[in-house]
């Protein structure tokens, strides 16, 4: 049974940090292309990043291009997302997701039970 668990998430300030973690299990962590998908209040999933087996290429929408950063470690089995310079548009439920490519929003059954990410003052 594949399974995603996503841990990391808060409530923090704009301009703060917060490190996104998803362990895995269940399926071959290093032969998946892995994403990040996040779905703001009242909104739809968004695409946010994704990377591939050996963990580059990468992708960001522009939102979050030079702020945020993915990576993965094969050997843990485990997704990371750092986030910089948090903003306000950036709260939402973060979801960890398998898969690579814009699909990924159309398989939520992939994705983990997600993390909750609030940026205010």
């Known amino acids: 049974e594949v399974q995603l668990v996503e841990s990391g998430g808060g409530l923090v300030q704009p301009g703060s940090s917060l490190r996104l973690s998803c362990a895995t299990s269940g399926f071959t962590f290093g032969t998946y292309d892995m994403s990040w998908v996040r779905q703001a209040p009242g909104k739809g999933p968004e695409w946010v990043s994704a990377?591939?087996?050996?963990?580059?290429?990468?992708y960001y929408v522009d939102s979050v291009r030079g702020r945020f950063t993915i990576s993965r470690d094969n050997a843990k089995n485990t997704l990371t997302l750092q986030m910089n310079s948090l903003k306000r548009e950036d709260t939402a439920v973060y979801y960890c997701?398998?898969?690579?490519?814009?699909?990924?929003?159309?398989?939520?059954?992939?994705w983990g039970q997600g993390t909750q990410v609030t940026v205010s003052s």
């Open positions: 990377i591939n087996i050996g963990g580059g290429p990468t």
């Open positions: 997701a398998l898969g690579g490519t814009r699909a990924v929003l159309s398989t939520p059954h992939y």
